[in-house]
């Protein structure tokens, strides 16, 4: 019986974690949950799965849920969600959006715990950092996300066979063939709108603009000891291919399947064993039997750009690319700023920064920090 953290319990990555454990109850059990203001949900999950802990984001939330659940302990804020990942567990799924996630992972792979990632932050912004910490405690950081699950797999039968690249799948979003000019006049409504996936406003936002692939292939660049130029982006509209890797013999070899995050979910938490699905597989003769491949438009889709220019650049550049992508999509989202303002923003502050180098975690944190309490300097 494996014990599983769910770090971000309540988000679509959380609930579809849950969903596997539920289907697995001889497999897994669930010994920490976390959620930010989602208190009515959690209660819910606390109730089914009954974990040892649980973490909110405020104080007075987990004073209110310590009184209904009094065989829960409880814990909040920063210190709760290390609490919850360095806990009673084997495994800690971090499905964290934004930098938050990067602490609790980072103590976690510390205290011994394998980690199941679906929070991109963690490694665009203390790559260095965590992937030393893992060498070091001999543990797993075993991807969630599809395309870097697909990844994983196509290495996992060649290890230490050398590639040629790293193929990474784009579905290009609900803006996919756009101009720059169409770009300025996207509504919210529409940029919210995917073509292929369910997921939370930010990684939606993020995939509109392509930043969500940038940051994949920042991502990709530590989970697979990549350079910049072996990591090339296929726009792949079906998403049925979600990514492959070219060989020295120019073999290709690509994981495919269906749209459905529960699979590298459920790669994740059994490995090395692979978990029965009752779902519909692949039709070949269905969604599957058209598949097409294009490049992505780097000159309407900048976010692209900057991602391959912190990989190269380096230090703090991914750190100060992903702090200030955030805080430019949180004012998208409360309609502050335009969709195209986005990009434009970025680019301003990538040409302005004067990085540092060989950060410790507390100089991840404060470059984070910095640029976000600077963002509105960067605006028109």
Known sequence: MKKITILGSTGSIG???????RQNPERFTVTALTCGSNTALLAKQIEEFRPEFAAVEKEADAVKLAAEFPHVEFG?????????????????????????????????????????????????????????????????????????????????????????????????????????????????????????????????????????KGLEVIEARWLFDAPADKIQILVHPQSIVHSAVEFEDKSVIAQMGVPDMRIPISLALGYPERIKSSEPGL????????????????????????????????????VVLNGA?????????????????????????????????????EGVIEADRRIRESIKEYLD
């Open 76 to 212: 909040w804020g920063r210190r709760g969600l290390i609490d919850a990942a360095c806990g009673s567990c084997g495994m800690v799924l971090n499905a964290l959006m934004g930098m938050r996630g990067l602490e609790p992972t980072y103590y976690a792979i510390k205290a011994g715990k394998n980690i199941a990632l679906a929070n991109k932050e963690t490694l665009v912004a203390g790559g260095s950092l965590v992937m030393k910490a893992v060498a070091d405690a001999g543990v797993k950081i075993l991807p969630v996300d599809s395309e870097h699950s697909a990844i994983f797999q196509c290495l996992e039968g060649n290890a230490g066979r050398p590639f040629n690249k790293i193929l990474l799948t784009a579905s290009g979003g609900p803006f996919r063939g756009y101009s720059s000019e169409q770009l300025e006049k996207v509504t919210l409504e529409q940029a919210l709108k995917h073509p292929r996936w369910t997921m939370g406003a930010k990684i939606t936002i993020d995939s509109a603009t392509m930043m969500n």
């Open 325 to 361: 992508n955030e805080v430019l999509v949180d004012l998208f989202l409360k309609g502050k700023i335009k969709f195209i303002e986005i990009q434009n923003t970025l680019e301003r502050v990538m040409d302005r920064h004067k990085p540092d180098f060989n950060l410790d975690l």
């Open 283 to 318: 039709d070949f003769f269905g969604q599957g039997a058209s598949l097409t491949f294009e490049k992505p438009d780097t000159s309407v889709f900048k976010c692209i750009g900057f991602a391959y220019d912190a990989i190269r650049e380096g230090g703090s550049f991914p």
């Open 15 to 21: 609930t579809q974690t849950l969903d596997v454990i």
